[in-house]
């Protein structure tokens, strides 16, 4: 990869970017329209009439105002997914926890500013499901000045995500699934209807020119793996926080997650197909059909001939069932940017959360069993925080912890293989974690502690716990309000698998959490 090798050479951002922070001011009118992939017309929920939605691009340090009109027939909500929201948790679009939803024929406005955050984060919706298709990507530059890493020829934005060929308020998420996986909303030429293949998602590259793509991961239901045939990736971001630069043939990304990463046009001029694949656990869990996607990275003529003809070559994908390649993509990753370190080491709060799929009786009745009717259990995803690190009964109640601002929090989070052993992809929102450590089999304090990452761990807003394994994060409660944190696969979402975590006011007036009247956004 010596075209990537360029050092690590930092470069100013090609746009002349004002100093004086900016107001971007957008309207997403949220409709439901007919579209029709696979020779069927479904009812789809979306913002502007597209898909994916459109993208929301600004400067570090820009105030952004959306203005959300909802013309669709179901209750909504956005979520700024990764926007800290620091001092306005009001803002962060978790329908009865910091707001009411926007009901049909209502309106309402988000406003808040994006500070000491630079890279990929996204907006979806947060009411069950509608994620799907009400995302877009929101593309935060650096301040002129501010150092970013090489500079690319052009920057790519990649959704990967899922089309469902049923609408989907009547989708039930223990039984029902996608029909095809999407790059870009785009099913690609895996996918027929009546024998003509659908279109799918196509990048044009110009021989010798760097890329950046800009990869998110929409997806209800799976992690995906990523691969260009005869290309790599250097990866530069995760969650709109630097890495130190990591090349590698093949991206693991779970749902709600973000992955910046350069791609040099060096193969020989072509075309290259880029495939999405998700990965499951392999049996005896229970087995989802395997719907990969794929597009075309087709280089610019520069021979006088067509290559729309030319067969796209294909990459080698892992088998759908090894874990083991997220497992080593996301061990790999490390911090480069300062801001975040050093890693704090005084803890006040060790919390030890168990995830894993249980069963309460319906009706609140202590005993029952399959077939019995009514009486029945009822299936959910859990997070407990078991004491002495043992498993609980399951509970209906969601957990909720509070902290005082400033305090330093651990979470280890155990998979479990109670019921199935999904991975699960946990995402808090209004801060950023230190990814301090991950592993295999049950999480050991005595041993495991001491391969804690305190130098250079990588920062996000959403780690994969690892299938039948566990994962170490810190963080610092400093962010005045209550936050959701929760699994983003979906269907552990709306079966429980989610936690508040409350922070407390700090000291001062700049360390507490306005009221909505008094709030510094009042102007905007």
Known sequence: ?????????????????????????????????????????????????????????????????????????????????GVKQQLNCWADGVPMVTQLPILPNHNFTYRFVVSEQEGTLWWHAHVPLYRATVHGVLIIRPRQGVPLFPKPHKEVPIIIGEWWGIQLAYADTTSDYNSASTINGKLGDLYKCSGAMEEGYMMDVEPGKTYLLRIVNAALLSEYYLKIAGHKFTVVATDANYVSPYTTDIIAIAPGQTVDALVVANAAPGRYYMVAMPNQPPK?????????????????NTEGRSLSSDVPMSPEMPDNHDTMVSFYFHGNLTSLHPRHLPVPERLNERMFITLGLGSVCKHDRLSCKRGDGS??????????????????????AALARRFRYGDVVEVVFQSTSLMQSDSNPMHLHGHDMFVLAQGQGNYDMEKDVARYNLANPPVVNTVLVPRLGWVAVRFVADNPGIWYMHCHYEFHLTMGMVALFIVEDGPTVNTSLPSRTTSRFSDI
Request: aromatic letters at 6%; hydrophobic letters at 45%; charged letters at 15%.
């Open 1 to 81: 990869m010596a075209a990537v090798a360029i050092a690590f050479v930092f470069f100013l951002s090609a746009m002349a970017l004002s100093v004086h922070a900016a107001i971007v001011e957008h309207t997403f009118v949220v409709s439901q329209v007919n579209m029709t992939h696979l020779c069927k017309e479904t009812p789809v929920i979306v913002v502007n009439g597209q898909l994916p939605g459109p993208a929301i691009e600004v400067t570090e340090g820009d105030s952004v105002v959306v203005h959300v009109i909802n013309k669709s027939p179901y209750n909504m909500t956005i979520h700024w997914h």
């Open 284 to 300: 005896p869990d229970f087995q989802s059909p395997v719907l990969p996607t794929r597009g075309i990275m087709q280089y610019s």
């Open 375 to 396: 009486n029945e259990s009822t299936i959910l995803a859990t997070m407990n925080r078991p004491k002495a690190e043992r498993l609980e009964p399951t509970s209906k």
